[in-house]
T-cell receptor, first 114, second 110 residues
Framework: GAVVSQHPSWVICKSGTSVKIECRSL??????MFWYRQFPKQSLMLMAT?????????EQGVEKDKFLINHASLTLSTLTVTSAHPEDSSFYIC??????????FGPGTRLTVL | RKEVEQDPGPFNVPEGATVAFNCTYS??????FFWYRQDCRKEPKLLMS???SGNEDGRFTAQLNRASQYISLLIRDSKLSDSATYLC???????????FGKGTTLSVSS
């Protein structure tokens, strides 16, 4: 399958700081990127869907001003958690989808906010 | 009601056992169905797609019943390496996201 990289793989930050997570499709063009969040012992919950060059569509209950998504190119999408708080600590996973409609997952970013 | 519901388990079985997982989904417009496997602190990985005719991949057999909106996964001759969380996943039309169940945890012991 296609390869999606995610960086950083883990990050620890202080409350109130912002954290940027990068998601890159390495060998295909991801026209759509999906961002998920997974809390311990919970399912992956879709946060938002972004199509290249368009504004992201956020799921109900996800604050668009807190979770900023940029998908400016077909190979890169970023998620910025602004003014992070301990309750934002979670496993964030991106997933890219191209012309074949399959979804390929990044390895995830584990965020811990102190 | 959650979109995809699974028995969370855990299922604790000995090596060689046969184990079955079940899943129901609420959106009758769902078009594609999958089982994913997730190891601790890792991203989910596709185990197999699920079709109405049933499909088999080695020791794994998946079944879909669209009328009752029910999906199953059967693992035969369990191995220690099968220990993981198994996620039932559905998808709507093209361009929409995969929707995950909470997962069923399997622990295979020697």
């Amino acid at each position: 399958g296609a390869v999606v990289s995610q960086h950083p793989s883990w990050v620890i930050c202080k409350s109130g700081t912002s954290v940027k997570i990068e998601c890159r499709s390495l060998d295909f063009q991801a026209t759509t990127m999906f961002w998920y969040r997974q809390f311990p012992k919970q399912s992956l919950m879709l946060m938002a869907t972004s199509n290249e060059g368009s504004k992201a569509t956020y799921e109900q209950g996800v604050e668009k001003d807190k979770f900023l998504i940029n998908h400016a190119s077909l190979t890169l999408s970023t998620l910025t958690v602004t003014s992070a708080h301990p309750e934002d600590s979670s496993f964030y996973i991106c997933s890219g989808s191209g012309s074949y409609n399959e979804q390929f997952f990044g390895p995830g970013t584990r965020l811990t906010v102190l | 009601r959650k979109e995809v519901e699974q028995d969370p388990g855990p299922f604790n079985v000995p090596e060689g056992a046969t184990v079955a997982f079940n899943c129901t989904y609420s959106n009758s417009a769902s078009q594609s169905f999958f089982w994913y496997r997730q190891d601790c602190r890792k991203e989910p990985k596709l185990l197999m797609s699920v079709y109405s005719s049933g499909n088999e991949d080695g020791r794994f057999t998946a079944q879909l019943n669209r009328a009752s909106q029910y999906i199953s996964l059967l693992i035969r001759d369990s191995k220690l390496s099968d220990s993981a969380t198994y996620l039932c996943v559905v998808k709507g039309q093209a361009g929409t996201a995969l929707i995950f169940g909470k997962g069923t945890t399997l622990s295979v012991s020697s």
